[in-house]
């Protein structure tokens, strides 16, 4: 790629007048090219523009600046910091964090050549529907969501939102319509501009995407598409879109061969994911103002999805807990239904279900307690804003019968558990009391009930 910077270059940012040094070129694309800058030992990255994008884009320097003004949404964007020049240079870039090493693009998951858990899929979808909650909550649309411009850590799921030079004020008009397979049909049809309502849309696609390595939109239809030119691109995407798992109408169902992923991996998500897509991808396709899932619902779908995740004790698979499909589909006494990998029966976790009390914060949630399980503030407060950084609870074991588990107090307030013949004891913090089915923790705000 022709290089707009030379290694060694000087270039300077525009508020606080930073002299920086380039010495990597990173790589680039349609847009401009990414450097490796120092700041005094301290690696940070420059995003410069090419000229001929700055004419298409005339607004994109009002939009940093905006941007900058703003500040970022949260630490998960590697957002713009502050505009740069270099003398001799024409046109404009602009400086931010540097993404982690560690941290991997989502191209990787689906070309498999990178494979986390489910646990750290769901973990990514969570961080995803928050990270762009917060954004939208400054009034601002992203306009391009896509796989290019998410990246995450494998081990953790923890996230990075790159290119946010396209983030702008909600309902402005711009230069930046999406990326093809992203895009809502309202826009592929070219009856809208992209917006917070669209990106709900586009999160969709993606967390799609996420979990069943497949398009919510490529069945049969896409099989039969001998050119996959724009008017072809435009009916599927645009004009009649049509849910591969629509529950009403099946003209677009996977076929086998061709879409062995979407086959694959549906199955092994619960029920209550299953509705969101289908509300996604069948009210949301023609009403972008009341059909689309919002940001919220995914997010706390993702937390459920995590909790509710338990491992086959015969070949160790990650499946998940779903009552729902248990009640319907008639399993088996003790069974939470067959392994997909393996096919055994996968016997009831042991788990707690925690009653949550308040006219705000009413409800229920259950969490499936693994042996690598945490509870955290929001499973014991629903009034807790979600934080994982620390857990308030974890499995703990009988120092001398590893088959007895135990919930350890992690947090710094007493528990008060009352076994089911009666017995009441506090628990306080770094104490454990025995998972036995009948068990009631009170933990405050809500009260957990243990099963085995």
Excluded at 253 to 277: M, S, T
Excluded at 387 to 409: C, M, Q, R, Y
Excluded at 422 to 434: L, M
Aim: charged fraction near 20%.
């Amino acid at each position: 790629m022709n290089q707009l910077l030379n290694v060694g270059q000087t270039v300077q940012s525009k508020t606080s007048r930073m002299l920086l040094t380039v010495d990597q070129f990173l790589g680039g694309g349609g847009q401009g090219e990414v450097y490796r800058v120092a700041l005094q030992s301290q690696p940070l990255a420059v995003k410069w523009f090419f000229p001929h994008y700055l004419r298409q884009d005339p607004r994109l320097r009002e939009r940093l600046e905006k941007a900058i003004q703003l500040g970022a949404p949260s630490d998960r964007f590697l957002w713009p910091l502050e505009i740069v020049n270099a003398p001799g240079v024409a046109g404009f870039g602009y400086l931010m964090a540097l993404r982690e090493p560690n941290f991997k693009g989502l191209a990787d998951l689906v070309t498999r050549r990178v494979e986390p858990s489910l646990l750290t899929l769901a973990t990514i979808g969570f961080e995803l529907a928050h990270s762009y909650l917060q954004l939208h909550a400054k009034g601002l649309c992203y306009r391009d969501i896509s796989f290019g411009n998410v990246f995450f850590d494998p081990a953790t799921g923890e996230v990075r939102i790159c290119d946010n030079d396209n983030v702008d004020v909600d309902g402005q008009q711009g230069a930046i319509g999406g990326t093809a397979r992203f895009m809502a049909p309202e826009i592929v049809r070219g009856d809208n501009t992209p917006s917070t309502q669209t990106d709900l849309f586009s999160l969709a696609v993606l967390l799609f995407y996420l979990l069943m390595n497949h398009h919510p939109l490529e069945g049969a239809r896409e099989a039969a598409i001998h050119c996959f030119d724009l008017p072809a691109m435009t009916k599927l995407y645009g004009t009649e879109p049509l849910f591969i798992y629509d529950p009403n109408d099946d003209r677009n169902r996977p076929v086998p061969g061709y879409h062995d992923n979407a086959l694959a991996f549906w199955p092994i998500y619960p029920d209550f994911l299953h509705k969101l897509f289908i509300r996604a991808f069948t009210d949301g396709l023609s009403d972008p103002f009341h059909g689309r899932v919002r940001e919220s619902e995914w997010r706390a779908a993702l937390v459920q999805l995590r909790d509710v995740l338990c491992y086959c004790p015969n070949c160790k698979a990650e499946n998940f807990y779903d009552p729902e499909a248990i009640r319907s589909n008639g399993t088996q006494a003790n069974s939470a239904g067959n392994c997909w990998a393996c096919h055994q029966p996968v016997r009831l976790p042991p788990r707690i279900r925690i009653h949550h009390s308040g006219a705000q914060s009413g409800g229920q949630q259950v969490i499936v307690l693994r042996h690598d399980s945490k509870l955290y503030p929001h499973h014991v407060d629903r009034n807790r804003h979600y934080d994982f950084s620390h857990a308030v609870a974890e499995i703990a074991f009988h120092p001398t019968n590893p088959n007895v588990w135990g919930l350890k107090n992690l947090a710094t307030d007493k528990w008060v558990a009352t076994t089911a013949a009666g017995e009441v004891r506090d628990v306080p913090p770094g104490r454990t009391v025995t998972i036995a089915t009948g068990t009631r923790i009170q933990f405050g705000y809500s009260e957990g009930i243990l099963r085995l």
